[in-house]
């Protein structure tokens, strides 16, 4: 069975300052791996995937199966970055189709 | 484009009743799923289906019943409401492949 895990529930930072969102997996195949964000009053949304190896909003995660972990960072925050994100991750093979979300991080950029 | 389209947006149950919330996605995609979201504990897979006439479940399917007669719609029913099952309920759709999921408003539920 698959599994992910965020270990913060809540991230503060300053404006400016570098952040980090951890993810930590836990599946026996071939992970596809993704971060969705949920503004406030908004729908969750598609941030970024580990297959199309982009940069969003200034965000970048890097596939790490050695340590299976998919950390999201942004080396400058913005005020606008505050907002709940997931990391997710979908199956293959018997539990196809399957999406698994993490419990999320609530992030906070204060000024 | 509709997109994912979930209703009710809020609805107050009395513990024992019966209710479905209903989804639709008008995007022709093959998955759809229900997640219920609660603090600390994120978003909780509910059931899902990859198709017309296949369903499975999710990691907290008890209390919740699914059906997916057509493409487009996924409704979630509560057969006996209790004060556990309040929560928020997202509703989301994607293409087969490891594709972007496409969420629905939500659905605020609270049981009294």
């Known amino acids: 069975a698959q599994r992910v895990t965020q270990p913060e529930k809540l991230l503060s930072v300053f404006k400016g300052a570098p952040v980090e969102l951890k993810c930590n997996y836990s599946?026996?195949?071939?992970?596809?791996l993704f971060w969705y964000v949920q503004y406030s009053r908004q729908r969750l949304q598609l941030l970024l995937r580990?297959?199309s190896r982009e940069s969003i909003k200034g965000f970048t995660a890097d596939l790490n199966k050695g340590e299976t972990s998919f950390h999201l960072k942004k080396p400058f925050a913005q005020e606008e970055d505050s907002a709940m994100y997931y990391c997710a991750l979908n199956a293959g093979g018997t539990s196809y189709g399957k999406l698994t979300f993490g419990q999320g991080t609530i992030l906070t950029v204060h000024p | 484009n509709a997109g994912v389209t979930q209703t009710p947006k809020f609805q107050v149950l009395k513990t024992g009743q019966s209710m479905t919330l209903q989804c639709a996605q008008d995007m022709n995609h093959e998955y759809m799923s229900w997640y219920r979201q609660d603090p600390g504990m994120g978003l909780r897979l509910i059931h899902y289906s990859v198709g017309a006439g296949i369903t499975d479940q999710g990691e907290v399917p008890n209390g919740y019943n699914v059906s997916r007669s057509t493409t487009e719609d996924f409704p979630l029913r509560l057969l006996s409401a209790a004060p556990s099952q309040t929560s928020v309920y997202f509703c989301?759709?994607?293409?087969?492949?490891?594709?972007?999921?496409?969420f629905g408003q939500g659905t605020r539920l609270t049981v009294v």
């Open positions: 580990h297959i």
């Open positions: 989301a759709s994607r293409r087969v492949g490891n594709t972007e999921a496409f």
């Open positions: 599946y026996s195949g071939s992970p596809e």
